[in-house]
């Protein structure tokens, strides 16, 4: 897996306090049980305990620097252990699970492709709902997913940017309607309302999907 900014910007903290956080679709790691996601030793690769693993069907896509050294981490889980998580979860600064941390409300089935972050919010994007809102959100950094950021992508998203300095956020993926304005596959959204700007590429193809966004 080749890492993007976010990613070793989340991996640092943790392969500075001596541990390796591996993702993907894995099933075991040195013949222990432990889909989705692992914590090794920097210092010989031993599995740490406790474990964490994801687990139905258990595939970690994506991670993101978190405040105070900790990582979001996304995927399509519905559970790491024997605690509830639906597709999204935080590591502490000490790599373990962050069981006061949780979105409210909880997502329902479904799961996260991507992360992203900024000083106020993370931002998810995948195949997902929670209550009315699907497939892309806003989310404080205590869990609160933001009601009333709602651009509703058709389909789901799979790349996702945000620049703050243009207070801007890029989507792609596998929609066509996204803020309830066509945008085939890429969209460009206001980080403060979700508002759809007159940026169109208009991408055409039978099965066009964007999988990555780079500034």
């Known amino acids: 897996h080749r890492f993007n900014k976010g990613q070793q910007d989340a991996l640092l903290p943790h392969v500075e306090n001596g541990t390796v956080i591996l993702i993907g679709d894995h099933v075991t790691i040195q013949g222990s049980y432990s889909p989705g996601i692992a914590r090794v030793s920097s210092n010989g690769g031993a599995l740490l305990t406790p474990a964490i693993y994801g687990e139905i069907p258990g595939s970690v896509r994506t991670l993101a620097p978190a405040p105070d050294g900790g990582t979001y981490v996304g995927g399509f889980f519905h559970r790491i252990g024997s605690t509830f998580r639906s597709g999204i979860l935080r590591l502490d600064s000490d790599s373990r699970l962050d069981l006061n941390w949780n979105t409210t409300p909880a997502f329902g089935s479904g799961g996260v492709e991507v992360v992203r972050v900024d000083g106020q919010h993370l931002y998810l994007g995948g195949e997902q709902r929670a209550g009315s809102l699907r497939n892309l959100f806003r989310v404080t950094h205590a869990g609160m997913?933001?009601?009333?950021?709602?651009?509703?992508?058709?389909?789901?998203?799979?790349?996702?940017d945000v620049d703050e300095a243009t207070d801007r956020v890029y989507a792609g993926g596998r929609f066509s309607v996204i803020g309830g304005q066509n945008r085939n596959r890429v969209a460009e959204l206001s980080r403060q309302n979700a508002t759809v700007t007159s940026f169109n590429l208009a991408l055409g193809g039978s099965d066009t999907r964007v999988r990555t966004i780079l500034r």
């Not at 997913?145 to 996702?160: C, E, H, K, R």
């Open 145 to 160: 997913i933001d009601s009333s950021w709602t651009p509703n992508p058709d389909g789901a998203v799979l790349a996702l």
